[in-house]
């Protein structure tokens, strides 16, 4: 679920449909929690009290008593079936609560052993009279809650920090991992025998982790592992040889991090970074279907982190409040280090080039504008009278010239701010003006993208995680826009796309889906109808 949309995947086809709309908007602390019977029950989020309850057989939503404090960040929620729901409502604090389903009354409870936050959850594990708990995504922290004795035990620490915990409907295992990173960490505890067996060096997770779920569909033996990072389709633990399968391996390197990037050669060559302050650099042959390695950049590359590709080379800012800048040669899978950015680049930045100056916006909620000289080797901006600043700040920049080297005079840059405004600028002028506006708002503080195909009069644009998946493409001649069929990937920070002739390649952390331009049509549409 996200924003009002709610949706369910049927565990046996592995397709999905989207459900009623929640009745407000969700944020940071919202929970679900299946209450037995014909209900699902939910916090809002967001530090509200708002509470609700979801009929499955009739598709509604109805508001119940408000939890009585306001949940945030780490909130969650579990139940034994047995007219008790219990909440931890995060936000840095230890509160927790029951909620009695017949009644619909909420009772304060002892308060948790410690205080929760973001990558706190709660569980039942289906058999016994204890919930299990982890707290927040720095700790080790790990205790349970007697519902008989009403009180909370402190348990062993897990073996690496954690900040979701989930049982999948079987055996004796809770599964644990830290959001948000490449499989770092994870392990599971025993709690018949109340032991935990680290998993991240033999067993780590082959994508891109996020808040997820681990069931058992009672087909093989096998787990299966959903979440927003492979939501098209599940990977397989088996919990006994602790191996996975079903892995997708069309990303090299376990897929994209948060800020990696796409470039294409305008060949047979699409260039990928990983992103995540990684310095790994691949490369993909579209002909041949296959990822090489090449040699690693010189530096780490993360928040605002971009490239773009003048003759043959490549040129990369390093971003994330660095002034890192490289150049790379395909032919001689070199790197060289150029002079640096004349101030830290982060949210927001981007480069493109004409065929003879490198464009950079600076980002972070700023209006400057440079362009770098490749044979004087100097950045030149406002102050040099090279450029002029941008009409106002941008954060979400993605610089783009659609054109052949050296045959067109404009540029284009979303200016991000989860704002529809759209910049263009006069290269031979010097001036900024406003384009027509966008169909979506662009994302702040996340990866816009505008990508061009390499010939033609359309650029493509995708949105960030403000609109989730849209897609659109913007005639750059008549300044009209028009919307296209949605991504299948959702668009967050781990989403990198670049058209390539009648294509557009785009990934989200393990799985790369392809959109043909032509028939405006994915070749994985997304599951959901």
């Not at 927790?96 to 709660?122: C, D, E, H, K, Q």
């Not at 090299?252 to 991090?257: F, L, N, R, Y």
Request: aromatic share 18%; proline share 5%.
């Amino acid at each position: 679920w996200r924003g009002t949309a709610l949706g369910r995947v049927d565990i046996t086809t592995e397709k999905g449909e989207f459900l009623a709309d929640i009745p407000m908007p969700i944020s940071h602390g919202a929970a679900l929690v299946y209450g037995g019977g014909d209900f699902i029950y939910a916090t809002r989020g967001g530090g509200t009290k708002h509470f609700y309850r979801y009929s499955i057989s009739a598709d509604t939503w109805t508001r119940m008593a408000d939890v009585p404090y306001g949940a945030g960040y780490g909130a969650s929620m579990a139940s034994n079936n047995a007219d008790r729901i219990y909440c931890l409502v995060g936000g840095g604090t230890n509160r927790f609560y029951m909620y009695t389903i017949s009644t619909n009354t909420w009772t304060t409870l002892p308060v948790a052993t410690r205080t929760v936050n973001r990558g706190g959850s709660l569980v039942y594990p289906g058999v016994g009279n204890d919930l299990f708990a982890v707290f927040d995504t720095t700790s080790t922290t790990f205790s349970r809650y007697s519902m008989a004795g009403d009180q909370w035990v402190p348990l062993t620490v897990s073996p690496v920090p954690v900040g979701d915990l989930c049982y999948p409907g079987t055996g004796n295992y809770l599964y644990a991992w830290y959001e948000e990173t490449w499989g770092n960490y994870f392990a599971r505890y025993n709690f018949a025998t109340q032991l935990w067996e680290n998993l991240s060096s033999t067993s780590q997770m082959p994508i891109y982790q996020y808040k997820g779920i681990f069931y058992d569909p009672g087909i093989d033996g096998s787990l299966r592992w959903l979440t927003m990072g492979n939501y098209a389709r599940t990977l397989s633990f088996d919990p006994v040889a602790l191996t996975w399968s079903n892995v997708y391996t069309g990303v090299i390197g376990g897929g994209v991090g948060r800020w990696g990037r796409m470039l294409y050669d305008g060949s047979d060559y699409i260039y990928q970074t990983t992103g995540d302050g990684g310095s790994s650099f691949v490369r993909y042959s579209i002909s041949a279907d296959q990822w090489v390695t090449m040699r690693s950049m010189p530096f780490g590359v993360y928040y605002g982190h971009d490239m773009t590709l003048v003759d043959t080379n490549i040129y990369v800012i390093q971003s994330y409040s660095n002034t890192g800048f490289a150049s790379y040669d395909p032919a001689a899978n070199a790197w060289t280090v150029l002079p640096v950015t004349p101030e830290y680049t982060n949210y927001g930045s981007s480069i493109a080039s004409d065929g003879t100056y490198i464009y950079c916006l600076r980002g972070t909620s700023t209006v400057t504008f440079w362009r770098y000289d490749r044979m004087a080797q100097i950045w030149e901006g406002a102050a040099q009278g090279a450029t002029t600043d941008t009409p106002a700040t941008v954060n979400g920049g993605s610089l783009v010239y659609p054109y052949a080297p050296g045959t067109g005079d404009f540029l284009f840059t979303p200016r991000g701010h989860n704002t529809k405004t759209f910049y263009k600028y006069q290269i031979s002028t010097k001036t900024w003006s406003e384009a027509a506006e966008a169909p979506y708002p662009f994302s702040s503080n996340e990866k816009n993208t505008l990508t061009y195909p390499g010939s033609g009069d359309y650029i493509y644009a995708f949105f960030g995680s403000i609109s989730g998946y849209g897609l659109a493409r913007y005639d750059f001649v008549n300044d009209i826009w028009e919307t296209l069929a949605p991504s299948p990937l959702w668009q967050n920070q781990v989403f990198v796309a670049v058209a390539a002739g009648d294509k557009i390649y785009t990934a989200n952390s393990v799985d790369m889906v392809t959109y043909t331009i032509s028939t405006n049509t994915w070749d994985h549409p997304r599951n959901y109808n």
